[in-house]
């Protein structure tokens, strides 16, 4: 079992949706971040966070350390947030990514 | 803004061939990373520099990959010889302490190996 899962996979949505996109953890963790990464590969950090909630734009990211979940969220999603969301988390001095998802917002 | 820098961007190589990829961290970042990314999945760690000291490569197939940190500063990831199975996104990231806090990634290193 992965220590770090996403859901959904994939996930379409049309332009102006509110996305949802989850994630669960099995191991102790000091920080959890959300990463953005293009199709051109690079990887931007967007959320680090080990309480409460962030809000930056129209994206918003929630974790709640005793559930090990944590959730982002995008309001009003336009085609520009397309791309692969990555939680990871911080363990031990190292990184545990989850497999991503794959959002698509259509015009 | 301080970025973290890869090149190439993009490399096709014929198995069997050597390969290398350069990073270049943020100026004063004391930790670096070398992550691996198979298509559809997360990063995996490959290899962690403290410094010019290799801190972490435990995950890195030592018969085949090799990476050098030697001033502290750059840092190049090998391969060879190449196989199919290395295709992948190859991603450098940096951090200012060794912890999990905060690491700056750079564009990463597209490897196809025909």
């Given at each position: 079992?992965n220590?770090?899962e996403?859901?959904?996979?994939n996930l379409?949505a049309?332009?102006?949706e509110f996305?949802t996109?989850?994630?669960?953890y099995s191991?102790g963790?000091?920080?959890?971040h959300?990463?953005?990464?293009?199709?051109?590969g690079?990887i931007?950090?967007?959320?680090?966070?080990?309480?409460?909630?962030?809000k930056?734009?129209?994206?918003?990211a929630t974790i709640?350390?005793?559930e090990?979940?944590?959730?982002?969220?995008?309001t009003a999603?336009?085609?520009?947030?397309s791309?692969v969301?990555?939680?990871?988390?911080?363990y031990?001095n190292d990184?545990r990514?989850?497999?991503g998802?794959?959002?698509t917002v259509k015009? | 803004e301080?970025?973290?820098?890869?090149?190439?961007?993009y490399?096709i190589t014929?198995k069997?061939?050597?390969?290398?990829f350069?990073?270049?961290?943020?100026s004063g970042?004391?930790?670096?990373?070398?992550?691996r990314?198979?298509?559809?999945?997360?990063?995996?760690l490959?290899v962690?520099?403290?410094?010019?000291?290799?801190v972490?490569?435990?995950q890195l197939?030592k018969?085949?990959f090799s990476a050098?940190?030697?001033?502290?500063v750059d840092?190049?990831?090998?391969?060879?010889p190449?196989?199919?199975g290395d295709?992948?996104m190859?991603?450098?990231?940096?951090?200012?302490?060794?912890?999990?806090?905060?690491q700056?990634f750079?564009?990463?290193?597209?490897?196809?190996v025909?």
């Amino acid at each position: 079992k992965n220590e770090v899962e996403q859901s959904p996979q994939n996930l379409t949505a049309q332009e102006g949706e509110f996305i949802t996109i989850n994630c669960s953890y099995s191991v102790g963790i000091s920080a959890l971040h959300w990463l953005q990464q293009h199709p051109g590969g690079g990887i931007v950090s967007l959320f680090m966070l080990s309480s409460g909630k962030k809000k930056h734009g129209r994206l918003i990211a929630t974790i709640n350390i005793q559930e090990k979940h944590s959730s982002l969220h995008i309001t009003a999603s336009h085609p520009r947030d397309s791309a692969v969301y990555i939680c990871a988390v911080g363990y031990n001095n190292d990184m545990r990514f989850g497999a991503g998802t794959r959002l698509t917002v259509k015009p | 803004e301080a970025e973290v820098a890869q090149s190439p961007r993009y490399k096709i190589t014929e198995k069997s061939q050597a390969v290398a990829f350069w990073c270049d961290p943020i100026s004063g970042h004391a930790t670096l990373y070398w992550y691996r990314q198979i298509l559809g999945q997360g990063p995996e760690l490959l290899v962690q520099f403290q410094d010019e000291s290799v801190v972490d490569d435990s995950q890195l197939p030592k018969d085949r990959f090799s990476a050098e940190r030697l001033k502290g500063v750059d840092s190049t990831l090998k391969i060879q010889p190449a196989e199919l199975g290395d295709s992948a996104m190859y991603l450098c990231a940096s951090s200012l302490v060794r912890t999990n806090y905060e690491q700056y990634f750079g564009p990463g290193t597209r490897l196809t190996v025909t």
